[in-house]
């Protein structure tokens, strides 16, 4: 089967992210020779099974499937929670036409590096290869284009221009009150206080909308949305069902179903185990 133009920029994509992560654990796991070996193994394979699909081997799809699992399985059992891992993990599993799991590790990587280009454009490519699109609606859009500094603007730059404004008012009421400078220092300092709450309003906004959000992407195929949890009392919400890369955010568990609010502001139950968390349990996220 050839491969798409889609397939070769993520080809190209994947193999730049495999090297920064051999770079990665070389400096970072030079002591732990077994999370070492394990991830380079699993990147290896990725790397051959990369090749086989260049060159239209029957057997390069099942190569990829199973190093997209043992990707999986050194993230999880390493902890490399790092951005090139999850770009890469995406990537693989763009190449098998997972778009699920493809959009769910794009969304992990994403919540580490909001600013990083690659995971933004690799997204919105995983994305629009979900074949049932649920469309936001106006609340979803408006907050949307509110958070949108989160592709541009670095975290650390926020904090930075809040606390150098925070410290400019300190400095010109210090200056006003103690060695008698001009009136306007007092209504430049208020002016500088007030904006330097602007960056903390938006970082808080951000956590309060991701970070402390239970999001979560659907990762099986056909899953059926209802109205209520039991699929032998309740109707369908939609009607077809729901397609692997479709998000959501939880609202309420009950037993073995989740009642889950879309991006169209649709809130439906799916089963449990249709879904997985974007946010990973970890001590330490890398940047």
Not at 49 to 75: K, S
Not at 133 to 139: A, F, G, H, I, W
Request: proline share 6%; glycine share 6%.
């Amino acid at each position: 089967m050839p491969v798409s133009t889609e397939g070769s920029r993520g080809v190209k994509t994947t193999r730049i992210s495999i090297l920064l992560i051999l770079l990665f654990a070389r400096c970072c796991w030079a002591s732990d020779t077994d999370a070492q070996h394990e991830l380079e193994s699993a990147l290896s394979k990725l790397e051959t099974g990369i090749t086989m699909l260049e060159q239209h081997e029957p057997d390069a799809r099942l190569t990829l499937r199973e190093a997209a699992a043992d990707l999986q399985r050194v993230i999880d059992a390493y902890q490399i929670h790092t951005p090139g891992a999850y770009h890469a993990l995406g990537n693989a599993y763009t190449l098998v036409g997972d778009e699920g799991r493809a959009v769910l590790a794009y969304k992990r990587g994403e919540r580490i590096a909001p600013t990083d280009p690659r995971l933004k454009d690799s997204l919105d490519m995983a994305r629009s290869q979900v074949q049932i699109k649920v469309e936001p609606d106006t609340p979803h859009r408006i907050v949307s284009l509110l958070m949108s500094w989160r592709g541009i603007v670095p975290r650390t730059l926020l904090w930075g221009i809040s606390l150098g404004l925070f410290t400019l008012a300190w400095l010109m009421l210090t200056a006003r009150v103690g060695f008698g400078a001009p009136r306007w220092f007092i209504p430049a300092a208020i002016w500088s206080l007030g904006v330097s709450l602007i960056p903390l309003v938006a970082l808080t906004t951000e956590w309060v909308l991701y970070e402390n959000a239970d999001e979560v992407v659907i990762t099986q195929a056909g899953i059926i949305a209802r109205s209520g949890p039991d699929d032998s009392i309740y109707d369908p919400v939609y009607s077809e069902p729901l397609s692997a890369g479709v998000e959501g955010t939880v609202i309420e568990n009950r037993d073995a179903w989740a009642l889950l609010e879309l991006a169209d502001g649709t809130e439906c139950w799916v089963p449990q185990e249709a879904f997985e968390p974007v946010s990973v349990s970890s001590p330490a996220q890398i940047q």
